[in-house]
């Protein structure tokens, strides 16, 4: 008789489970985000008695994250990860194929509208660039994470993940080359002569030649570790942009001005969607905030007549 119980003494049979779930996923980044979106759904199980593993609690889970203001998106996300751990726990005999069936059903979040999400503003672009101490080993990270966060565009968990050998030069100027994006999807990013000055300043500063690009500074304002997370990335963020008066700002947000500036500065839609690694230019679109426009549509200037 197969259960539907996450019992403490299962937990590790469960842990199992979820490898399992991050096997099913070839993208690095899909496999952290299942990871993490595994980890918490545990948490959140293990914290008070609950009847078992079974449709009823995962759409209890469903109405926690809504009420934790998370973005149907991500609520989505999670709950297909949770699903994956359903199918997954069948197959191993932890729950009952019915049980997993009924969990599969369970339905997501409809998204209203196009999320506009945050863009700054040169000027604000600008502020949030000064805000680290550039006297500290730490504040001097910062300003290069933020640089190349903002310059680059890259994702958070590209910047954790950066390395000196992806600065190479291409084309006689500075890149992010062969940088694994979402979907496993490689890309090589142009780096602007400011955001490489900051990130010199950095390595030169923390003694960094091979090896992450981005370390943990310690209290002391000593470097150590090997690297960082991509939740320390998030964290670093949001507290500098709580001192530039913009506390709701996420890294995500800053990929967006990225895009918006460029734009601005007469970059081209094909050139911003090949920097920032879409698939779809629509997507790259929704970045900008920008939707077709009929009324002065761009192959109006064509200057070509017909002869009469």
């Given at each position: 008789m197969t259960t539907a119980l996450i019992p403490a003494d299962r937990m590790t049979d469960w842990?199992?489970?979820?490898?399992?779930?991050?096997?099913?996923?070839s993208s690095p980044i899909t496999k952290r985000v299942y990871n993490m979106a595994l980890d918490e759904f545990f948490a959140w199980f293990a914290e008070e008695p609950r009847p078992g593993f079974n449709k009823a609690i995962v759409n209890a889970w469903r109405t926690e994250l809504e009420k934790r203001g998370i973005g149907p998106i991500s609520i989505n996300i999670r709950l297909t990860a949770v699903r994956k751990l359903a199918v997954e726990a069948a197959d191993n005999g932890l729950v009952a194929p019915e049980v997993a069936?009924?969990?599969?059903?369970?339905?997501?979040?409809s998204a209203r509208g196009v999320r506009t999400g945050n863009w700054l503003s040169l000027q604000q672009a600008q502020a949030l660039l000064n805000a680290p101490d550039s006297i500290?080993?730490?504040?001097?990270?910062?300003?290069?994470?933020?640089?190349?966060l903002i310059g680059c565009g890259l994702r958070r968990s590209e910047v954790a993940s950066m390395t000196m050998r992806?600065?190479?030069?291409?084309?006689?100027?500075?890149?992010?080359?062969?940088?694994?994006?979402?979907?496993?999807?490689?890309?090589?990013?142009?780096v602007?002569?400011?955001?490489?000055?900051?990130?010199?300043?950095?390595?030169?500063?923390?003694?960094?030649?091979?090896?992450?690009?981005f370390r943990t500074v310690s209290r002391g304002d000593q470097v150590s570790g090997e690297g960082m997370t991509e939740k320390t990335v998030y964290h670093i963020l949001r507290g500098y942009a709580t001192t530039v008066g913009i506390p709701t700002l996420a890294p995500?947000?800053?990929?967006?001005?990225?895009?918006?500036?460029?734009?601005?500065?007469?970059?081209?839609?094909?050139?911003?969607?090949?920097?920032?690694?879409?698939a779809s230019v629509q997507t790259t679109e929704r970045y900008l905030g920008t939707?077709?426009?009929?009324?002065?549509?761009?192959?109006?200037?064509?200057?070509?007549?017909?002869?009469?």
């Open positions: 842990r199992r489970l979820k490898a399992l779930v991050l096997d099913t996923v069936s009924a969990i599969s059903r369970v339905k997501g979040i500290t080993k730490k504040g001097v990270r910062d300003r290069a994470m933020l640089a190349v992806h600065i190479q030069l291409r084309d006689n100027r500075w890149c992010i080359v062969d940088l694994v994006g979402k979907h496993g999807r490689i890309r090589t990013v142009p602007p002569t400011w955001v490489k000055t900051a990130v010199d300043q950095w390595t030169a500063l923390a003694w960094i030649n091979v090896g992450h690009v995500h947000d800053l990929r967006r001005t990225c895009a918006k500036l460029c734009r601005a500065a007469g970059g081209e839609l094909e050139q911003i969607q090949m920097l920032l690694g879409h939707k077709q426009d009929l009324a002065h549509a761009p192959n109006d200037g064509i200057k070509l007549r017909l002869s009469i």
